[in-house]
């Protein structure tokens, strides 16, 4: 079964840079999410997207955006990055206008390991 | 604000032994309750969920979680564990269909032979 696609998988920037991470969700998922994991972290929760609204907004720096695209498709775009920025970005997709049990589902995607020097 | 606190940060046992990760949820409404394993360089897999009804749930590979409201955890355990589940677990919470997922801090659990 086709699962979330993310590119790159893995990025090298150099502080002040820009960086664009790209997120594509299973087909027919509506929902994706974005995700950061620092190195021996757990997940924190950035931004998702829902037909290609912004549906809720976590922890995201003013220097991150992010658009859902209509093909579902989605961009993190991060500017100025710092040293701190360097961690493993997942993206997660879901069904969230689908019935029954499956739309509490969150499909995560392989992350883009993004390091910052 | 909700949150999750699992209790164990490494979690060190023999193949074959039974073994518990556990977690404990904080939240002022209703929950919905998951694990994700995420074993080296890949991403989170779903494990198992909780969103209603029977308050033990299973998954495919042997692992079950047994939701307690009046203690607010939601423990996973294996009655015998493979050098195969060594992995970092994740207990997660939601509190809307399609809302963001708010994690713990994770349980390294490392299966030795």
């Known amino acids: 079964a086709a699962g979330v696609i993310q590119s790159p998988r893995h990025l090298i920037k150099e502080k002040r840079e820009t960086a664009t991470l790209k997120c594509y969700p299973i087909p027919r998922h509506d929902t994706v999410y974005w995700y950061q994991q620092g190195p021996g972290q757990d997940p924190q929760f950035l931004i998702s997207f829902y037909e290609k609204m912004q549906s809720d907004k976590g922890s995201i720096p003013d220097r991150f955006s992010a658009q859902q695209f209509s093909d579902y498709h989605s961009e993190l775009n991060m500017s100025s990055l710092e040293l701190g920025d360097s961690a493993l970005y997942f993206c997660?997709?879901?069904?969230?206008?689908?019935?029954?049990?499956?739309?509490?589902?969150?499909?995560f995607g392989p992350g883009t390991r993004l390091t910052v020097t | 604000a909700q949150s999750v606190t699992q209790l164990d940060s490494q979690v060190p046992v023999f193949e074959e032994a039974p073994v518990e990760l556990r977690c404990n949820y904080s939240?002022?409404?209703?929950?919905?309750l998951f694990w994700y394993v995420q074993y080296p360089n890949q991403g989170l897999q779903l494990l198992l969920k909780y969103l209603s009804g029977s308050t033990l749930v299973e998954s495919i590979n042997g692992f079950e979680a047994e939701f307690n409201k009046s203690q607010t955890s939601f423990h996973l355990r294996k009655p015998s564990v493979h050098i195969s589940d060594t992995a970092e677990y994740f207990c997660a919470v939601s509190l809307l269909s399609g809302s963001r997922l708010t994690f713990g801090e994770g349980t390294q659990l490392t299966v030795n032979p």
């Open positions: 997660a997709s879901s069904l969230g206008s689908g019935l029954g049990q499956n739309r509490y589902e969150q499909y």
């Open positions: 939240s002022s409404v209703s929950v919905y």
